[in-house]
């Protein structure tokens, strides 16, 4: 058969052009569809997008691991330009085969319902714009993986500067804070272009499929069913109403223990590629060193993971023994953590950059739950079937972080005495209220920007909305004299610029790993299985459906959030007492 002939390598397909894909394509538009043919139509179809999908993110995974490497972005451009334009339209008539026919394969129900979105809103004219906004995210990356900062006579990535962050020394964590913060003020007028651009793309996309407002066309892109921009609002509102004061009792605390007049941005743990914050550890003590290099992070890891589940910690060794992990930090490294997907082999592969802090301890839970995720649902036969939506792949990740949270120790084979794996764990849920309220600002500025395209691309309008949006949901921090820096904060949001509205997923995400994590405290065996059935189901079932399966109730009402909320101030308040 003609499609035995397809490589079993993505890699063999890195350099095809459209002439090599052409006949795999027209045999597909050309075979007749019945319930006898449907099964092998969608094998098929499911190869070429393996290969296609696999080959895309080994190419842009290399882009990210050096920056400064022009071949590498040479590769993943040409790709992108000489296959998207071909294959995507193709890919469009495909599906309305699939759905002309009437043919309704099990498990379908929700692709199809996906499909019948994709293909309403699908415009070649908007091909090479998709590629040109690709073309930006490049370029966005390249400022940021090329950012570099002075300290102590040296020059290191912005990345290695974190651990000064937490450093107990106030004096040194202001400097550092104030150093970072600079090297994104020096780049501002750069970022600014690119923002014009990416505006400008965004709008026309909307326009060439007959939206008014890019909203309306992106909340369709991204397969949003089950919530609308005014529930995202009404989450805001939520937020503001239940989160808000929480943190700001947690700041209060936090100044009282640090004997502060006010606390500033220097007494939180802020990554300044994020600008979330973290509260600083106020008890004094240096903070948290969890492993000295990265083989230790690995193996440290991968007992946690077996003490969650034993599947789980096999899932980490194979990363591990098939180099799927990039996870140190080195200069021109993107600066981002991530996991993808390799489909031909059914692998993730993990990139973070690591330098030696809990936070990297964080980043590679979170990471790992997106990797196991895909684990999961890999034998899901079709592509379309594995397609699961983002708010509950971040539940895979957000609720790794916390069902892993109680091995941490080193009781378990993990990185810290019982003391220092409470101060983690405090650390990482005073996070997780800090994270509301945070993801609230961002979403809130995006809703803005795509409902006031005309002010929002004069950047100054944009810095004064954020700042509007800063005051109203970060409160307890003291920001004076220091105005260009909180009001350039959107800047620091890579989401914001590479992947709109890609974020009030994490803040629904965090109330179903809140729940996961609330049913594991009761069972923690029945929760981890719950967990990992709802990941198996990969993308064959509804967003509410998904959450059901893990434990969960997709709802983000006042009433579940304070829930969540009361349970995590009790919580840190009995970790508190280990120290």
Known sequence: ??????????????????????????????????????????????????????AFSRLNVATTQNTADEDAKKRFITFLEVMAPYFQPIENELKKKLLKSGLEPKGFEIPLRNMRVEAEIFREANVPLFIEERKLGVAFDEILGGMKVTWEGKEIPLTELQPEGQNPNRAVREKAWRAAHQVF?????????????????????????????????????MGRFDYTPADNAKFHAAIEQVVVPATQRMFERKRKEMGLAALRPWDLNVDPTHNQAIVFDSTGKPALHPYKNVEEMESKAESI??????????????????????????MNKAMTGYCTTYPVIKRPFIFMNAVGIHDDVQTMLHEAGHAFHAFECANLPYTQMREYP???????????????????????????????????????FEGMLTFWPYMATVDAFQLWV?????????????????????????????WSGLDEEMKTGWHRKLHIHQIPFYYVEYGLAQ??????????????AGAVASYRKGLALGGAASLPALFQAAGATFAFDAGMIGELVSLIEKTITELSAVN
């Open 450 to 478: 795509y409902s006031n395209i005309a002010d929002a691309k004069d950047p100054a309008k944009c810095d004064a909305k954020w700042a509007e949006l800063w005051g109203r949901y970060i409160k307890g921090i003291d």
């Open 185 to 221: 003020l020096n780049s501002r007028e750069r970022i600014n272009d690119l923002w014009g651009k990416f505006l400008d793309l965004r709008v026309q996309q909307a326009k060439n499929v007959g939206f008014d407002n890019y909203i309306d066309f992106r909340w369709k892109q």
């Open 511 to 524: 109330l179903g790993a809140a729940q996961v994590w609330r049913n594991s405290l009761r069972d923690q």
């Open 1 to 54: 058969m003609l499609f035995d002939s397809l490589p079993t390598n993505a890699q063999a397909i890195m350099t095809w052009t459209p002439e090599h894909l052409k006949p795999f394509m027209d045999d597909l538009l050309g075979r007749d569809l019945s319930a006898a043919t449907v099964e092998q139509f969608l094998a098929d179809w499911t190869k070429v997008n393996d290969l296609l999908g696999e």
């Open 305 to 330: 993971f077996s003490h969650v589940d034993p599947a789980l910690g096999a899932y980490w060794g194979t990363m591990r023994k098939e180099s799927l992990l990039d996870l140190g930090s080195r």
């Open 390 to 428: 983002i708010e509950f792949a971040e539940v895979a990740s957000m609720s790794m972080e916390l069902l892993a949270a109680p091995y941490l120790s080193q009781a378990y084979g993990g990185f810290y005495s019982d003391a220092d794996a409470a101060r983690a764990r405090i650390s990482h």
